[in-house]
């Protein structure tokens, strides 16, 4: 027996659909998931918002630290075997200090660090970290006490052995309070 083509009956083929049509809807989609992000983070706690947002990323309840961006360094040599004092004033370190932090947004960080041999730490400790951050406020006391930078605007840090310094870095930190984001 054989079968003629008009004897099968066959459904209609639909008429194709130019390829830009799918690309217009997936474009139409995301401009509506935008507006719903968008009305739904006007009505909710910033705070709670950004968690959820850190959380959809997989950042959990960790506490979120702004490490200011780092800008420019100076760094302050000399320091005796063992010893925080400082031999000389660093005058240059206190002007640069000073013109670097006009911008309230900016802040530094003082880290002391020893050469890392058995002889330099603290006499007292026997710690080489303590005498990095006796280093360090040594210095961060020279800059207080020439009123070159705000208190507020310090933190002092030990840094990983390597050499008898402080390591002097202006950074950028964006402001928090006050501020819509």
């Not at 719903?36 to 706690?45: E, R």
């Not at 013109?99 to 880290?111: E, F, I, K, M």
């Not at 026997?126 to 360090?136: K, M, Y």
Request: net charge neutral; no cysteine.
């Amino acid at each position: 027996m054989t079968v003629a083509a008009s004897d099968i009956d066959l459904p209609d083929i639909a008429p194709a659909r130019p390829v830009w049509l799918m690309t217009l809807a997936d474009l139409a989609l995301l401009l509506v998931g935008f507006f719903v992000f968008l009305q739904a983070s006007q009505h909710l706690d910033k705070g709670a918002f950004a968690k959820g947002i850190r959380e959809g990323f997989g950042v959990y309840d960790r506490a979120v630290v702004r490490e200011p961006m780092a800008v420019s360094a100076g760094s302050v040599t000399g320091f005796a075997v063992g010893s925080a004092v400082l031999r000389q004033a660093p005058d240059a370190l206190i002007g640069w200090a000073r013109d670097s932090t006009r911008d309230p947004r900016v802040v530094l960080r003082v880290a002391g660090a020893v050469d890392g041999s058995a002889d330099d730490v603290d006499p007292v400790t026997g710690s080489g970290a303590v005498l990095a951050a006796d280093r360090a406020r040594a210095v961060a006391t020279v800059l207080l006490l020439a009123h070159a930078v705000p208190a507020d605007r310090i933190t002092l840090s030990a840094a990983r052995p390597g050499r008898r310094a402080v390591t002097v870095t202006t950074g950028f930190a964006a402001p928090t309070a006050g501020v819509r984001q």
